[in-house]
């Protein structure tokens, strides 16, 4: 059946989640530093992980603003979703990922995990979140 990628998309770290081969649970994997200009590299590197881990489908969190107007970050995310549906062949989902990393931020913080160590993983944990909410969805 192969896993299933969550990714959360941002300007400068692009978190990646993956789920188990059951698809049940959804685990932060790893996160990708890129420019926000030069998408190539990260894009290259996601199609990567999903040759060596198996991945069969990407969920792609949405950064919708709450008054519901386009952000850039939001345009920036679909055109990185055309061109990675291109360059793997795999359907992508979108899913709303308003307010997933505060959640990831609150999580960390209740763990006491020192400030630094948090910024190293809480663009996965964010991944993992929306990763976890679609695989949890009756939908999917």
Not at 104 to 112: G, Q
């Amino acid at each position: 059946m192969g896993r299933v990628m969550g990714i959360d998309f941002g300007m400068r770290h692009i978190g990646v989640a993956l789920s188990d081969e059951l698809r049940i649970i959804a685990k932060g994997f790893e996160t990708v530093n890129w420019n926000g200009t030069d998408d190539e590299w990260a894009l290259n590197r996601i199609c990567e992980i999903v040759r060596e881990k198996n991945v069969t489908e990407i969920v792609l969190g949405q950064p919708k603003r709450t008054d519901g107007t386009e952000s850039e970050s939001e345009r920036k995310a679909l055109e990185f979703k055309g061109k990675l549906e291109e360059m793997t062949g795999l359907t992508i989902h979108l899913k709303d990922e308003r307010f997933t990393t505060v959640i990831a931020s609150r999580y960390l913080h209740d763990t006491n995990m020192k400030a630094k160590k948090q910024k190293k993983v809480i663009d996965q944990v964010a991944a993992e979140i929306i990763l976890q909410e679609y695989l949890d969805s009756p939908l999917h």
